[in-house]
């Protein structure tokens, strides 16, 4: 399904060249959840960045279903990001002026979804804030926002999803609760998952779990 092959990326610090990939390769199959370790500075999320398109690789290839990045024009990747990709953050980022029903429906504007409303309070409802609807940010507790955010991101049935240190800004009681939502959704939606994290625990509940060491992921 994804597929990254001898992808090279660096960046200039100053002068120095810092070599992030040299030769990686990875791929995934649909419905597959893998989690990836590493340390701070290792290059997980680049890796999420190249992943979904946000940022391009020096050299090597990135495909989702067949579909080579390097084949679309900018405005066709954002497209494709927008339809194929969900999001996960640490930091929820959810829209702060937005209520919660809001928030999970802004995918579906940008991807045309038909019914996005009902979708949306369905999502909510399945992550135990059907009572929430009007809630903002605000007045939700940070488990509360990562529940919205796993809603948000499901909303238009996207192939895969990336997250970033999901449960990474809440305490061990709520983080298990929330990342028990997101398994129970991604399997109920056969979704594919890459899940970065430094929790050994969470990187145990994905079928396989890679480390990224010198810009190689190494099987765990």
């Given at each position: 399904?994804?597929?990254?092959?001898s992808?090279?990326?660096?960046?200039?610090?100053?002068?120095?060249?810092?070599?992030?990939?040299?030769?990686?390769?990875?791929?995934?199959?649909?419905?597959?959840?893998?989690?990836?370790?590493?340390?701070?500075?290792?290059?997980?999320?680049?890796l999420?960045?190249?992943?979904?398109?946000?940022?391009?690789?020096?050299?090597?290839?990135?495909?989702?279903?067949?579909?080579?990045?390097?084949?679309?024009?900018?405005?066709?990747?954002?497209?494709?990001?927008?339809?194929?990709?969900?999001?996960?953050?640490?930091?929820?980022?959810?829209?702060?002026?937005?209520?919660?029903?809001?928030?999970?429906?802004?995918?579906?504007?940008?991807?045309?979804?038909?019914?996005?409303?009902?979708?949306?309070?369905?999502?909510?409802?399945?992550?135990?804030?059907?009572?929430?609807?009007?809630?903002l940010?605000?007045?939700l507790?940070?488990?509360?926002?990562?529940?919205?955010?796993?809603?948000?991101?499901?909303?238009?049935?996207?192939?895969i999803?990336?997250?970033?240190?999901?449960?990474?800004?809440?305490?061990?009681?709520?983080?298990?609760?929330?990342?028990d939502?997101?398994?129970?959704?991604?399997k109920?939606?056969?979704?594919?998952?890459?899940l970065?994290?430094?929790?050994k625990?969470?990187?145990?509940?994905?079928?396989?779990?890679?480390e990224?060491?010198?810009?190689?992921?190494?099987?765990?």
């Amino acid at each position: 399904m994804l597929q990254l092959k001898s992808l090279k990326k660096a960046y200039l610090q100053g002068s120095q060249k810092i070599e992030i990939f040299e030769d990686l390769n990875f791929h995934i199959e649909k419905g597959q959840t893998v989690a990836i370790m590493g340390k701070s500075g290792s290059g997980k999320s680049t890796l999420l960045s190249l992943i979904s398109g946000i940022i391009k690789p020096d050299l090597g290839d990135i495909s989702l279903d067949s579909i080579f990045y390097k084949d679309l024009k900018e405005s066709e990747l954002n497209d494709f990001r927008a339809t194929n990709i969900g999001f996960i953050f640490q930091n929820f980022h959810l829209v702060s002026y937005l209520n919660a029903l809001e928030n999970v429906m802004l995918p579906a504007k940008v991807c045309n979804i038909s019914n996005p409303k009902e979708k949306a309070i369905e999502l909510l409802k399945s992550v135990g804030l059907s009572h929430r609807l009007d809630h903002l940010p605000s007045q939700l507790s940070g488990g509360e926002k990562q529940r919205v955010a796993i809603a948000r991101a499901l909303i238009h049935n996207p192939k895969i999803i990336l997250a970033d240190e999901p449960s990474g800004n809440l305490d061990e009681e709520t983080g298990i609760a929330v990342m028990d939502i997101l398994f129970e959704l991604i399997k109920a939606n056969n979704t594919t998952l890459i899940l970065v994290t430094h929790s050994k625990d969470v990187a145990m509940r994905c079928e396989k779990t890679y480390e990224l060491i010198l810009g190689k992921l190494t099987q765990c």
